[in-house]
């Protein structure tokens, strides 16, 4: 629990994925906003980014009496023990990227450790900024039994206008900033209202 101005707020605790492994990605950039946002504005609000370069690619052969290789283990781990989940998904082919769909396939092996958590996405890109994997994303969600908010929609067109984003891929637009804090507000009280079910 967080308490602001003598008001007690409930924690929530939110694994952050990206779709994109570039250490200067415009996606690990919105992440990275996300995180420092939670930290100066939503009280009891964490975020902690989980890596997903580890992954080796699903193989069921890998899986041994019901466990599965200990970095898989580690990182559906995080995913269970995360209230929700925030995707920084971009779009490759009018799709997820094959990193996030690893990831996403090895924490719906049994038991499905995706299962009635709240979950938002964001992305960043050329046209359409991502959007068309994040409607992709969406119908993934339905079989993991994901509970996607559904607005606000943030799609960043990273190059027009320019200068949204710094050359270390650091997110410097203050009009997508706020449009992320309603995003990530939007998914604390959904979260808080999953949980009071």
Request: with cysteine.
């Amino acid at each position: 629990m967080a308490v602001t101005m003598g008001v007690t707020q409930p924690a929530i605790k939110v694994a952050a994925l990206c779709g994109s492994l570039r250490r200067a990605s415009y996606n690990r950039g919105l992440l990275r906003s996300a995180a420092q946002i939670c930290g100066e504005a939503i009280p009891g609000m964490q975020i902690e980014y989980v890596e997903i370069d580890s992954l080796p690619f699903l193989n069921t052969d890998l899986e041994v009496a019901g466990t599965y290789p200990p970095v898989v283990e580690a990182f559906r781990r995080k995913i269970l023990e995360a209230d929700s989940v925030l995707f920084a998904s971009p779009e490759y082919n009018y799709s997820v990227t094959g990193p996030l769909k690893n990831a996403i396939d090895w924490a719906s092996r049994p038991p499905n450790v995706w299962a009635d958590k709240a979950a938002a996405i964001v992305s960043a890109g050329g046209g359409f900024g991502g959007g068309r994997s994040q409607y992709h994303l969406r119908q993934i969600g339905v079989y993991l039994d994901l509970h996607f908010i559904n607005k606000p929609e943030v799609f960043v067109n990273a190059f027009n206008p320019p200068g949204r984003f710094d050359s270390d891929g650091n997110l410097v637009d203050a009009e997508i900033k706020k449009i992320l804090q309603e995003l990530l507000l939007s998914l604390r009280a959904f979260t808080l209202r999953l949980r009071s079910c």
